[in-house]
Protein backbone atom coordinates (compact mmCIF):
# COMPACT_ATOMS: atom_id res chain seq x y z
CA UNK A 1 0.00 0.00 0.00
CA UNK A 2 2.14 2.42 -0.71
CA UNK A 3 -0.47 5.44 -1.01
CA UNK A 4 -1.42 4.95 2.59
CA UNK A 5 2.17 5.87 3.31
CA UNK A 6 2.79 8.76 1.18
CA UNK A 7 -0.51 10.25 2.69
CA UNK A 8 -0.38 12.35 5.81
CA UNK A 9 -1.60 10.69 8.41
CA UNK A 10 -4.15 12.93 10.44
CA UNK A 11 -5.11 9.97 13.45
CA UNK A 12 -2.84 7.65 14.76
CA UNK A 13 -2.94 5.04 17.71
CA UNK A 14 0.27 3.16 18.32
CA UNK A 15 0.34 -0.02 20.33
CA UNK A 16 -2.69 1.02 22.09
CA UNK A 17 -3.95 -1.40 25.18
CA UNK A 18 -7.13 -1.24 27.02
CA UNK A 19 -9.52 -2.89 29.69
CA UNK A 20 -13.06 -2.10 30.13
CA UNK A 21 -14.56 -3.85 33.26
CA UNK A 22 -11.84 -6.94 33.30
CA UNK A 23 -12.04 -8.08 29.98
CA UNK A 24 -9.11 -6.50 27.41
CA UNK A 25 -11.00 -4.45 24.40
CA UNK A 26 -7.81 -3.61 22.73
CA UNK A 27 -4.27 -5.20 22.81
CA UNK A 28 -1.44 -3.80 21.27
CA UNK A 29 -3.66 -1.73 18.71
CA UNK A 30 -1.91 -0.07 15.87
CA UNK A 31 -3.69 2.23 13.63
CA UNK A 32 -3.16 4.81 11.26
CA UNK A 33 -5.71 6.91 9.37
CA UNK A 34 -5.01 8.73 6.36
CA UNK A 35 -5.77 12.91 6.17
CA UNK A 36 -8.43 13.87 3.73
CA UNK A 37 -9.79 10.79 2.97
CA UNK A 38 -12.55 8.52 3.99
CA UNK A 39 -11.65 5.75 5.96
CA UNK A 40 -14.09 2.66 6.93
CA UNK A 41 -13.62 1.11 10.30
CA UNK A 42 -15.36 -2.48 10.52
CA UNK A 43 -15.78 -5.11 12.48
CA UNK A 44 -17.61 -7.53 14.29
CA UNK A 45 -19.97 -6.15 16.77
CA UNK A 46 -18.31 -5.65 20.43
CA UNK A 47 -14.77 -5.67 18.70
CA UNK A 48 -14.02 -2.42 20.07
CA UNK A 49 -14.72 0.00 17.15
CA UNK A 50 -16.81 2.48 19.57
CA UNK A 51 -13.98 2.12 21.73
CA UNK A 52 -11.41 3.07 19.16
CA UNK A 53 -14.00 6.40 18.80
CA UNK A 54 -13.40 7.00 22.14
CA UNK A 55 -10.28 6.84 22.50
CA UNK A 56 -9.73 9.60 19.54
CA UNK A 57 -12.02 11.58 20.98
CA UNK A 58 -10.25 10.96 24.46
CA UNK A 59 -13.08 9.95 26.15
CA UNK A 60 -11.12 6.49 27.54
CA UNK A 61 -7.85 7.25 28.20
CA UNK A 62 -5.55 3.92 26.97
CA UNK A 63 -3.87 1.68 29.64
CA UNK A 64 -0.87 1.69 27.51
CA UNK A 65 0.29 3.61 24.03
CA UNK A 66 -0.34 6.46 22.46
CA UNK A 67 -3.11 8.66 20.73
CA UNK A 68 -2.63 10.75 18.27
CA UNK A 69 -5.08 13.30 16.07
CA UNK A 70 -2.78 15.53 13.94
CA UNK A 71 0.69 16.65 16.17
CA UNK A 72 -1.41 16.46 19.10
CA UNK A 73 -1.20 13.53 21.80
CA UNK A 74 -4.80 13.04 23.20
CA UNK A 75 -4.32 10.48 25.87
CA UNK A 76 -2.39 13.39 27.58
CA UNK A 77 -4.72 16.26 27.43
CA UNK A 78 -6.06 18.00 30.26
CA UNK A 79 -9.97 19.37 30.47
CA UNK A 80 -8.98 22.53 29.06
CA UNK A 81 -7.04 21.18 25.62
CA UNK A 82 -9.20 18.52 25.13
CA UNK A 83 -12.16 21.51 24.26
CA UNK A 84 -9.78 23.04 22.61
CA UNK A 85 -9.43 19.53 20.01
CA UNK A 86 -13.15 18.47 20.65
CA UNK A 87 -13.95 21.77 18.41
CA UNK A 88 -12.12 20.28 16.09
CA UNK A 89 -13.18 16.59 16.19
CA UNK A 90 -17.30 16.30 14.64
CA UNK A 91 -18.69 12.90 16.30
CA UNK A 92 -22.15 11.46 14.87
CA UNK A 93 -23.01 8.96 17.86
CA UNK A 94 -24.80 5.54 17.10
CA UNK A 95 -28.35 6.62 17.66
CA UNK A 96 -27.09 10.61 16.68
CA UNK A 97 -28.23 11.34 20.34
CA UNK A 98 -29.96 15.20 19.11
CA UNK A 99 -30.80 17.01 22.31
CA UNK A 100 -34.48 16.11 22.45
CA UNK A 101 -35.61 19.22 24.25
CA UNK A 102 -34.76 21.37 21.57
CA UNK A 103 -35.83 21.80 17.49
CA UNK A 104 -33.68 20.75 15.24
CA UNK A 105 -32.34 24.23 14.32
CA UNK A 106 -31.24 24.51 17.84
CA UNK A 107 -29.61 21.02 17.81
CA UNK A 108 -27.14 22.73 15.12
CA UNK A 109 -26.79 26.26 16.38
CA UNK A 110 -25.92 25.12 20.01
CA UNK A 111 -21.83 24.42 19.14
CA UNK A 112 -22.32 27.46 17.16
CA UNK A 113 -23.69 29.69 19.93
CA UNK A 114 -21.58 27.60 22.66
CA UNK A 115 -18.17 27.85 20.64
CA UNK A 116 -18.36 31.28 18.55
CA UNK A 117 -19.26 35.55 18.74
CA UNK A 118 -21.06 34.92 15.43
CA UNK A 119 -24.12 37.45 15.84
CA UNK A 120 -27.93 35.47 15.70
CA UNK A 121 -28.63 36.36 11.97
CA UNK A 122 -25.37 34.95 11.22
CA UNK A 123 -26.14 31.63 13.08
CA UNK A 124 -29.65 31.42 11.64
CA UNK A 125 -27.74 31.12 8.00
CA UNK A 126 -24.90 28.90 9.11
CA UNK A 127 -27.36 26.45 10.57
CA UNK A 128 -29.79 26.37 7.97
CA UNK A 129 -26.86 25.86 5.10
CA UNK A 130 -25.99 23.11 6.63
CA UNK A 131 -29.36 21.71 7.39
CA UNK A 132 -29.76 22.02 3.72
CA UNK A 133 -26.82 20.09 3.10
CA UNK A 134 -28.51 17.16 4.53
CA UNK A 135 -31.29 17.83 3.40
CA UNK A 136 -33.66 18.38 6.29
CA UNK A 137 -33.99 22.32 5.97
CA UNK A 138 -37.65 22.10 5.54
CA UNK A 139 -37.33 20.01 10.07
CA UNK A 140 -35.75 22.94 11.01
CA UNK A 141 -38.48 23.53 13.28
CA UNK A 142 -39.45 20.14 14.14
CA UNK A 143 -38.46 18.26 17.76
CA UNK A 144 -36.10 15.01 16.99
CA UNK A 145 -38.92 13.12 18.35
CA UNK A 146 -41.00 13.68 15.04
CA UNK A 147 -38.24 12.68 13.13
CA UNK A 148 -37.31 9.30 11.49
CA UNK A 149 -34.12 7.63 12.98
CA UNK A 150 -32.93 8.56 9.63
CA UNK A 151 -33.20 11.98 9.56
CA UNK A 152 -32.38 11.93 13.35
CA UNK A 153 -28.90 10.83 12.09
CA UNK A 154 -28.71 13.53 9.50
CA UNK A 155 -29.40 16.34 11.63
CA UNK A 156 -26.51 14.95 13.70
CA UNK A 157 -24.71 14.64 11.09
CA UNK A 158 -25.25 18.56 10.39
CA UNK A 159 -24.58 19.37 14.00
CA UNK A 160 -21.45 17.28 13.54
CA UNK A 161 -20.37 19.80 10.66
CA UNK A 162 -21.57 22.75 12.63
CA UNK A 163 -18.05 24.29 13.26
CA UNK A 164 -16.13 23.21 10.44
CA UNK A 165 -14.12 20.67 12.43
CA UNK A 166 -11.13 18.76 10.23
CA UNK A 167 -12.42 15.54 11.17
CA UNK A 168 -15.67 14.03 11.18
CA UNK A 169 -16.04 10.59 13.09
CA UNK A 170 -18.89 8.40 12.29
CA UNK A 171 -20.15 5.82 14.80
CA UNK A 172 -22.34 3.46 12.21
CA UNK A 173 -24.27 6.17 10.26
CA UNK A 174 -26.03 3.17 8.39
CA UNK A 175 -27.26 0.95 11.07
CA UNK A 176 -31.22 0.34 10.38
CA UNK A 177 -31.36 2.67 7.23
CA UNK A 178 -33.22 2.36 4.29
CA UNK A 179 -31.72 1.85 1.21
CA UNK A 180 -33.02 5.34 0.01
CA UNK A 181 -31.44 6.91 3.09
CA UNK A 182 -29.06 4.74 3.22
CA UNK A 183 -27.81 5.91 -0.68
CA UNK A 184 -28.39 9.51 0.45
CA UNK A 185 -25.97 9.31 3.64
CA UNK A 186 -23.26 7.37 1.32
CA UNK A 187 -23.07 10.05 -1.13
CA UNK A 188 -23.05 12.99 1.79
CA UNK A 189 -20.52 11.90 3.89
CA UNK A 190 -18.17 11.46 0.40
CA UNK A 191 -19.54 15.07 -0.97
CA UNK A 192 -19.11 16.74 2.67
CA UNK A 193 -15.46 15.12 2.87
CA UNK A 194 -14.03 16.18 -0.58
CA UNK A 195 -16.10 19.76 -0.42
CA UNK A 196 -14.25 20.76 3.13
CA UNK A 197 -11.77 18.36 2.07
CA UNK A 198 -11.28 17.04 5.97
CA UNK A 199 -10.41 13.74 7.59
CA UNK A 200 -13.68 11.46 8.13
CA UNK A 201 -13.77 8.03 9.72
CA UNK A 202 -16.86 5.52 9.21
CA UNK A 203 -17.53 3.06 11.69
CA UNK A 204 -19.70 0.58 9.49
CA UNK A 205 -21.11 -3.25 9.31
CA UNK A 206 -21.92 -2.44 5.62
CA UNK A 207 -19.14 -4.07 3.36
CA UNK A 208 -21.34 -4.27 0.71
CA UNK A 209 -21.23 -0.58 0.37
CA UNK A 210 -18.10 0.33 1.38
CA UNK A 211 -16.43 0.80 -1.75
CA UNK A 212 -19.22 3.44 -2.66
CA UNK A 213 -17.93 5.77 0.06
CA UNK A 214 -14.22 4.70 1.20
CA UNK A 215 -11.19 5.15 0.24
CA UNK A 216 -9.65 2.87 2.64
CA UNK A 217 -10.76 0.48 5.32
CA UNK A 218 -9.22 -1.53 8.31
CA UNK A 219 -11.18 -4.50 9.82
CA UNK A 220 -10.53 -5.26 13.65
CA UNK A 221 -11.36 -8.58 15.28
CA UNK A 222 -10.07 -9.43 18.24
CA UNK A 223 -8.21 -6.23 19.59
CA UNK A 224 -6.03 -5.45 16.46
CA UNK A 225 -6.58 -4.39 12.82
CA UNK A 226 -6.31 -7.36 11.21
CA UNK A 227 -6.47 -6.15 7.71
CA UNK A 228 -6.01 -2.57 5.85
CA UNK A 229 -5.88 -1.63 2.55
CA UNK A 230 -8.11 0.14 -0.38
CA UNK A 231 -11.54 -1.57 -0.56
CA UNK A 232 -10.53 -3.07 -4.28
CA UNK A 233 -6.87 -4.34 -2.12
CA UNK A 234 -9.40 -5.79 0.65
CA UNK A 235 -11.69 -7.19 -1.90
CA UNK A 236 -8.72 -9.25 -3.53
CA UNK A 237 -7.61 -10.72 -0.30
CA UNK A 238 -7.03 -13.83 0.16
CA UNK A 239 -6.56 -13.57 3.95
CA UNK A 240 -8.98 -15.56 6.01
CA UNK A 241 -10.27 -13.24 8.27
CA UNK A 242 -11.03 -10.89 5.34
CA UNK A 243 -12.82 -13.53 3.25
CA UNK A 244 -14.96 -13.91 6.45
CA UNK A 245 -15.50 -10.69 6.75
CA UNK A 246 -16.20 -9.42 3.28
CA UNK A 247 -18.50 -12.52 2.17
CA UNK A 248 -20.36 -12.63 5.77
CA UNK A 249 -19.56 -16.24 6.76
CA UNK A 250 -20.65 -16.87 10.13
CA UNK A 251 -17.88 -18.40 11.70
CA UNK A 252 -14.48 -18.41 10.50
CA UNK A 253 -11.19 -16.47 12.38
CA UNK A 254 -14.24 -14.10 14.09
CA UNK A 255 -15.94 -16.74 16.27
CA UNK A 256 -19.71 -16.65 16.51
CA UNK A 257 -19.71 -17.55 19.86
CA UNK A 258 -18.91 -14.64 22.74
CA UNK A 259 -16.17 -16.73 25.24
CA UNK A 260 -18.01 -19.20 27.20
CA UNK A 261 -17.27 -22.16 29.01
CA UNK A 262 -18.42 -24.78 26.24
CA UNK A 263 -22.06 -26.12 26.24
CA UNK A 264 -22.25 -29.06 27.76
CA UNK A 265 -20.30 -27.83 31.07
CA UNK A 266 -22.74 -25.34 30.89
CA UNK A 267 -25.73 -27.32 30.48
CA UNK A 268 -24.52 -29.63 33.20
CA UNK A 269 -23.51 -27.21 35.83
CA UNK A 270 -27.64 -26.34 35.41
CA UNK A 271 -28.75 -29.82 36.95
CA UNK A 272 -26.15 -29.50 39.45
CA UNK B 1 -31.06 -15.98 56.43
CA UNK B 2 -29.56 -11.92 56.49
CA UNK B 3 -26.46 -12.06 57.13
CA UNK B 4 -25.40 -9.59 59.49
CA UNK B 5 -22.55 -8.02 57.96
CA UNK B 6 -24.50 -7.80 54.09
CA UNK B 7 -27.33 -6.05 56.34
CA UNK B 8 -25.11 -3.90 58.14
CA UNK B 9 -23.47 -2.61 54.88
CA UNK B 10 -26.38 -2.41 53.44
CA UNK B 11 -28.09 -0.13 55.66
CA UNK B 12 -25.40 2.25 56.94
CA UNK B 13 -22.22 2.01 54.91
CA UNK B 14 -23.45 1.67 51.26
CA UNK B 15 -26.03 5.12 51.92
CA UNK B 16 -23.11 6.47 54.07
CA UNK B 17 -20.79 6.18 50.47
CA UNK B 18 -23.69 7.20 48.49
CA UNK B 19 -23.66 10.43 50.12
CA UNK B 20 -20.05 11.03 49.94
CA UNK B 21 -20.23 10.97 46.15
CA UNK B 22 -23.16 12.85 45.86
CA UNK B 23 -21.21 15.07 47.92
CA UNK B 24 -18.06 14.79 46.15
CA UNK B 25 -20.90 15.11 42.62
CA UNK B 26 -22.03 18.49 44.34
CA UNK B 27 -18.29 19.89 45.13
CA UNK B 28 -17.32 18.98 41.89
CA UNK B 29 -20.67 20.23 39.96
CA UNK B 30 -20.37 23.88 42.30
CA UNK B 31 -16.60 24.38 41.41
CA UNK B 32 -17.14 24.47 37.76
CA UNK B 33 -19.62 27.22 38.04
CA UNK B 34 -18.83 30.71 36.79
CA UNK B 35 -20.99 32.94 38.06
CA UNK B 36 -20.26 35.62 35.00
CA UNK B 37 -20.90 32.81 32.09
CA UNK B 38 -23.86 31.23 34.24
CA UNK B 39 -26.54 29.88 31.58
CA UNK B 40 -29.40 32.63 33.30
CA UNK B 41 -31.36 32.07 30.37
CA UNK B 42 -31.38 28.27 30.45
CA UNK B 43 -31.94 28.99 35.18
CA UNK B 44 -34.66 30.82 34.24
CA UNK B 45 -36.62 27.79 31.86
CA UNK B 46 -35.62 25.66 34.35
CA UNK B 47 -37.07 27.55 37.31
CA UNK B 48 -40.42 27.75 34.80
CA UNK B 49 -40.42 24.28 34.37
CA UNK B 50 -40.21 22.96 38.32
CA UNK B 51 -42.03 25.70 39.34
CA UNK B 52 -44.83 25.68 36.89
CA UNK B 53 -45.09 21.59 37.05
CA UNK B 54 -45.48 22.13 40.87
CA UNK B 55 -47.86 24.64 41.03
CA UNK B 56 -51.24 22.91 40.37
CA UNK B 57 -50.79 19.79 42.75
CA UNK B 58 -49.42 22.35 45.87
CA UNK B 59 -52.09 25.05 44.88
CA UNK B 60 -54.61 21.69 45.85
CA UNK B 61 -52.54 20.33 48.33
CA UNK B 62 -51.88 23.77 49.83
CA UNK B 63 -55.95 24.90 50.23
CA UNK B 64 -57.14 21.23 51.74
CA UNK B 65 -54.28 21.07 54.07
CA UNK B 66 -55.39 24.45 55.26
CA UNK B 67 -59.03 23.12 55.05
CA UNK B 68 -58.39 20.12 57.19
CA UNK B 69 -55.84 21.91 59.82
CA UNK B 70 -58.82 24.72 60.31
CA UNK B 71 -61.10 21.85 60.82
CA UNK B 72 -58.89 20.03 63.24
CA UNK B 73 -57.94 22.88 65.62
CA UNK B 74 -61.24 24.68 65.03
CA UNK B 75 -62.87 21.69 66.97
CA UNK B 76 -60.35 21.55 69.72
CA UNK B 77 -59.94 24.68 70.21
CA UNK B 78 -63.68 25.88 70.79
CA UNK B 79 -63.88 23.10 73.16
CA UNK B 80 -61.89 25.28 75.37
CA UNK B 81 -63.25 28.65 74.36
CA UNK B 82 -60.32 29.60 72.03
CA UNK B 83 -61.96 29.46 68.49
CA UNK B 84 -60.80 32.94 67.80
CA UNK B 85 -57.02 31.60 68.49
CA UNK B 86 -57.91 29.28 65.27
CA UNK B 87 -55.94 31.65 62.97
CA UNK B 88 -53.06 32.01 64.71
CA UNK B 89 -52.30 28.53 65.10
CA UNK B 90 -53.36 28.04 61.83
CA UNK B 91 -50.59 30.97 60.47
CA UNK B 92 -47.59 29.74 62.76
CA UNK B 93 -47.98 25.72 62.03
CA UNK B 94 -48.33 26.71 58.49
CA UNK B 95 -45.56 29.33 58.00
CA UNK B 96 -43.25 27.55 60.04
CA UNK B 97 -43.57 23.65 59.38
CA UNK B 98 -45.98 22.61 57.31
CA UNK B 99 -45.69 24.72 54.27
CA UNK B 100 -42.02 24.18 53.98
CA UNK B 101 -41.78 20.98 54.54
CA UNK B 102 -45.10 19.55 52.50
CA UNK B 103 -43.52 22.01 49.64
CA UNK B 104 -40.40 20.47 49.52
CA UNK B 105 -41.88 16.66 49.70
CA UNK B 106 -44.19 17.55 46.82
CA UNK B 107 -41.47 19.40 44.86
CA UNK B 108 -39.97 16.37 45.21
CA UNK B 109 -42.09 14.15 43.63
CA UNK B 110 -43.37 15.82 40.73
CA UNK B 111 -40.42 18.81 39.58
CA UNK B 112 -37.59 16.17 41.20
CA UNK B 113 -38.73 13.01 39.49
CA UNK B 114 -38.86 14.51 36.19
CA UNK B 115 -35.62 15.91 36.83
CA UNK B 116 -33.89 12.87 37.76
CA UNK B 117 -35.81 11.32 35.00
CA UNK B 118 -34.71 13.66 32.33
CA UNK B 119 -30.76 13.51 33.27
CA UNK B 120 -31.31 9.68 33.39
CA UNK B 121 -32.93 9.51 30.11
CA UNK B 122 -30.32 12.29 28.50
CA UNK B 123 -27.24 10.30 29.80
CA UNK B 124 -29.11 6.63 28.42
CA UNK B 125 -29.29 8.14 24.91
CA UNK B 126 -25.83 9.38 24.92
CA UNK B 127 -27.22 13.22 25.21
CA UNK B 128 -24.55 14.03 28.24
CA UNK B 129 -21.79 12.24 25.76
CA UNK B 130 -23.05 14.40 23.10
CA UNK B 131 -22.39 17.35 24.94
CA UNK B 132 -19.07 16.69 26.31
CA UNK B 133 -17.59 15.75 22.84
CA UNK B 134 -19.15 19.18 21.72
CA UNK B 135 -16.68 20.48 24.11
CA UNK B 136 -19.54 21.84 26.05
CA UNK B 137 -19.57 21.01 30.27
CA UNK B 138 -22.72 18.85 30.66
CA UNK B 139 -21.88 20.29 34.36
CA UNK B 140 -22.37 23.29 33.81
CA UNK B 141 -25.09 23.41 30.95
CA UNK B 142 -27.71 20.34 32.42
CA UNK B 143 -26.78 20.03 36.14
CA UNK B 144 -26.29 23.73 37.27
CA UNK B 145 -29.43 25.32 35.92
CA UNK B 146 -31.18 22.19 37.60
CA UNK B 147 -29.40 22.92 40.55
CA UNK B 148 -30.24 26.47 41.08
CA UNK B 149 -33.26 25.88 40.37
CA UNK B 150 -34.83 24.59 43.00
CA UNK B 151 -33.18 27.42 45.22
CA UNK B 152 -35.57 29.62 43.57
CA UNK B 153 -38.57 27.58 42.20
CA UNK B 154 -38.82 25.96 46.30
CA UNK B 155 -39.73 29.81 48.26
CA UNK B 156 -41.67 30.86 45.72
CA UNK B 157 -43.80 27.70 45.50
CA UNK B 158 -44.11 28.05 49.56
CA UNK B 159 -45.58 31.19 49.44
CA UNK B 160 -48.40 29.83 47.00
CA UNK B 161 -48.75 27.25 49.31
CA UNK B 162 -49.36 29.52 52.47
CA UNK B 163 -51.51 31.61 50.08
CA UNK B 164 -54.23 29.14 49.23
CA UNK B 165 -53.96 27.10 52.83
CA UNK B 166 -54.81 30.59 54.39
CA UNK B 167 -57.54 30.54 51.94
CA UNK B 168 -58.44 26.84 52.69
CA UNK B 169 -58.40 27.99 56.89
CA UNK B 170 -60.77 31.42 56.12
CA UNK B 171 -63.29 29.17 54.04
CA UNK B 172 -63.71 26.89 56.60
CA UNK B 173 -63.50 29.19 59.53
CA UNK B 174 -64.76 32.09 58.31
CA UNK B 175 -67.61 30.61 55.52
CA UNK B 176 -68.74 27.17 56.89
CA UNK B 177 -68.47 28.48 60.57
CA UNK B 178 -69.53 31.62 60.32
CA UNK B 179 -66.79 33.12 62.46
CA UNK B 180 -65.66 36.97 62.06
CA UNK B 181 -62.97 37.77 59.50
CA UNK B 182 -61.76 40.77 61.05
CA UNK B 183 -61.10 38.43 64.03
CA UNK B 184 -59.44 35.75 62.00
CA UNK B 185 -57.30 38.12 60.29
CA UNK B 186 -56.42 40.89 63.19
CA UNK B 187 -55.27 37.81 65.61
CA UNK B 188 -52.97 36.21 62.90
CA UNK B 189 -51.43 39.76 62.37
CA UNK B 190 -50.86 40.23 66.03
CA UNK B 191 -49.41 36.72 66.23
CA UNK B 192 -47.09 36.23 63.16
CA UNK B 193 -43.74 38.10 63.16
CA UNK B 194 -43.29 38.55 59.19
CA UNK B 195 -38.96 37.62 59.54
CA UNK B 196 -39.13 35.08 62.01
CA UNK B 197 -41.96 32.79 61.07
CA UNK B 198 -42.58 33.41 57.50
CA UNK B 199 -38.85 34.33 56.60
CA UNK B 200 -38.09 31.36 58.67
CA UNK B 201 -40.24 29.28 56.56
CA UNK B 202 -38.77 31.04 53.44
CA UNK B 203 -35.58 30.14 54.23
CA UNK B 204 -36.32 26.76 55.29
CA UNK B 205 -37.10 26.36 51.93
CA UNK B 206 -34.24 27.75 50.45
CA UNK B 207 -32.48 25.16 51.95
CA UNK B 208 -35.13 22.29 51.31
CA UNK B 209 -34.84 23.40 47.39
CA UNK B 210 -31.38 23.15 47.29
CA UNK B 211 -31.20 19.87 49.09
CA UNK B 212 -34.05 18.46 46.83
CA UNK B 213 -32.68 19.39 43.61
CA UNK B 214 -29.20 18.35 44.58
CA UNK B 215 -30.63 14.84 45.55
CA UNK B 216 -32.73 14.87 41.39
CA UNK B 217 -29.76 15.99 39.91
CA UNK B 218 -27.48 14.03 41.52
CA UNK B 219 -29.25 10.39 41.19
CA UNK B 220 -29.92 11.72 37.70
CA UNK B 221 -26.96 11.95 36.53
CA UNK B 222 -25.67 8.66 38.50
CA UNK B 223 -28.04 6.78 37.44
CA UNK B 224 -27.62 3.41 35.32
CA UNK B 225 -28.24 4.47 31.51
CA UNK B 226 -31.24 2.00 31.42
CA UNK B 227 -34.60 2.22 31.74
CA UNK B 228 -34.57 0.40 35.10
CA UNK B 229 -31.54 2.33 36.01
CA UNK B 230 -33.38 5.63 35.33
CA UNK B 231 -36.63 3.95 37.20
CA UNK B 232 -34.71 3.19 40.34
CA UNK B 233 -32.88 6.94 40.50
CA UNK B 234 -36.46 8.22 40.28
CA UNK B 235 -37.56 6.37 42.73
CA UNK B 236 -34.74 7.17 45.19
CA UNK B 237 -34.84 10.80 44.71
CA UNK B 238 -38.20 10.52 45.94
CA UNK B 239 -37.42 8.53 49.33
CA UNK B 240 -34.14 10.49 50.04
CA UNK B 241 -35.71 13.87 49.30
CA UNK B 242 -38.69 12.78 52.11
CA UNK B 243 -35.93 11.91 54.18
CA UNK B 244 -33.03 14.51 54.06
CA UNK B 245 -35.81 17.32 54.18
CA UNK B 246 -38.11 15.80 56.95
CA UNK B 247 -34.17 15.24 59.07
CA UNK B 248 -32.97 18.65 58.04
CA UNK B 249 -36.05 20.10 59.28
CA UNK B 250 -36.08 19.16 62.63
CA UNK B 251 -32.54 20.78 62.55
CA UNK B 252 -33.46 23.92 61.24
CA UNK B 253 -36.43 24.25 63.66
CA UNK B 254 -34.38 23.34 66.57
CA UNK B 255 -31.30 26.29 65.84
CA UNK B 256 -34.77 28.32 64.90
CA UNK B 257 -36.66 28.45 68.05
N1 LIG C 1 -19.08 0.86 29.52
C1 LIG C 1 -18.53 -0.35 29.34
N2 LIG C 1 -18.10 -1.07 30.40
C2 LIG C 1 -17.54 -2.27 30.25
N3 LIG C 1 -17.36 -2.88 29.07
C3 LIG C 1 -17.76 -2.22 27.97
C4 LIG C 1 -18.37 -0.93 28.04
N4 LIG C 1 -18.66 -0.52 26.79
C5 LIG C 1 -18.26 -1.51 25.99
N5 LIG C 1 -17.72 -2.53 26.67
C6 LIG C 1 -17.15 -3.76 26.10
O1 LIG C 1 -16.15 -3.38 25.21
C7 LIG C 1 -16.25 -4.15 24.03
C8 LIG C 1 -16.20 -3.25 22.82
O2 LIG C 1 -17.32 -2.42 22.81
P1 LIG C 1 -17.61 -1.42 21.63
O3 LIG C 1 -16.38 -0.63 21.38
O4 LIG C 1 -18.84 -0.65 21.99
O5 LIG C 1 -17.91 -2.40 20.43
P2 LIG C 1 -18.42 -2.08 18.96
O6 LIG C 1 -17.34 -2.56 18.06
O7 LIG C 1 -19.66 -2.89 18.77
O8 LIG C 1 -18.69 -0.61 18.86
C9 LIG C 1 -17.53 -4.94 24.10
O9 LIG C 1 -17.18 -6.29 24.21
C10 LIG C 1 -18.22 -4.51 25.34
O10 LIG C 1 -18.65 -5.63 26.05
MG1 LIG D 1 -20.39 0.48 18.59
Not at chain 1, 59 to 66: I, M, N, Y
Not at chain 1, 70 to 96: A, K, M, P, T, Y
Not at chain 2, 134 to 146: K, Y
Request: charged fraction near 15%.
Amino acid sequence: MPDTRAAEVAIRLCDVSLKRGDRPVLEGFSLQIPAGKVTAVMGPSGCGKTTVLKLITGQLRPDAGEVWVGDIRVDRLGGGELSGLRRNIGVLLQNGALFTDLTCFDNVALPLREHTALPETLIRRLVLLKLQTVGLRGAAQMYPRELSGGMIRRVAMARAMALDPGVILYDEPFAGLDPISLGASLRLIREVNRALGITSVVITHDVAEVPQFADYCCIIADGHVVATGTPEQLHDSDQEVVLQFVGGLPDGPVPFHFPAPSLAEDLLAMDA
Amino acid sequence: MADPQNLNNRLFAEPIREFGRAGLFLLTAISRMRFGLLQWGELLRQVYFVGVRSLVIIVICGFFVGLVLTLQTYDTLTRFGAGDAVSTVLALSLFRELAPVLTAILFAGRAGTSVTAEIGLMKATEQLDALDLMAIDPLERIVQPRLLAGLIAVPALIMVFNVTALLGGVFFAVYLMGGDPITFWGNMQASVELGKDFGGGLLKGVVFGFLVSWLAVYFGWSARPTSEGVALATTQTVIASAIAVLLIDFVLSAFML
